[in-house]
């Protein structure tokens, strides 16, 4: 004689496993990453020599100059004359125009 779950094809015979506790199963050793030594420019503290930070502003002013040379704003050229007169313009307009609302309130410069 067959039970219901002999007969039911979706029930399948469970195999059980037998796993060892996670807390008594001897974990593997993390792998020891080195340290890598300090920079040269270090001092034994951690602390960047001047030469360093004064060798690490001029490369980074270099880079700066270079890539203004390379877009074309290298301080001399017709885009930043205009820009200068457009500035010049703008702030002679303000000063004109504060002048007008002091006279029209009634007060001198």
Avoid: H
């Amino acid at each position: 004689m067959n039970t219901p779950e002999q007969d039911d094809p979706t029930v399948v015979d469970a195999e059980v496993v037998d796993t060892p506790d996670p807390g008594s199963a001897i974990q593997p050793a993390l792998p020891v990453i080195p340290v890598p030594p300090l920079e040269p420019d270090y001092t034994d503290a951690g602390v960047p020599t001047f030469d360093y930070v004064r060798d690490r502003i001029e490369s980074r002013s270099a880079t700066a100059t270079g890539s203004t040379d390379l877009a074309g704003l290298g301080g001399t050229g017709p885009s930043v004359k205009s820009l200068d007169e457009q500035l010049a313009e703008r702030e002679e307009a303000g000063r004109a125009r504060l002048a007008e609302i002091r006279k029209a309130m009634g007060k001198s410069d």
